[in-house]
């Protein structure tokens, strides 16, 4: 999953680094939604909403859904960190 996004990502490993603050690691959830995506379709069409442990555990005393920390969130390869918004392509 890790080499398809980067080879995929406009520009490359680089722009993908630049855009959402590292190359793609097996251990960021993007790459590991991908592997879920690949492998069990059922079980990601079926997925309402992907949280981290931090805002999971927020949103248990929150008694809502708490947003993601953008702190967090940068080590997803999901997020543009210079508009601070998800990115469309990822």
């Known amino acids: 999953q890790c080499e398809a996004l980067e080879r995929s990502f406009p520009g490359g490993p680089a722009a993908l680094a630049s855009t959402t603050g590292s190359r793609s690691y097996a251990r960021f959830t993007g790459p ?16 309402a909403r992907v949280s981290l442990v931090s805002s999971f555990a927020a949103s248990l ?4 859904v708490a947003p993601i920390d953008q702190a ?6 999901l ?5 601070r918004t998800w990115h469309d392509a990822l």
């Open 32 to 47: 590991q939604i991908s592997a879920v995506a690949e492998r069990t379709p059922q079980v990601w069409e079926a997925t």
């Open 61 to 64: 005393l929150l008694g809502a």
């Open 72 to 77: 967090d969130a940068s080590g997803m390869n």
């Open 79 to 83: 997020m543009d960190l210079r508009r």
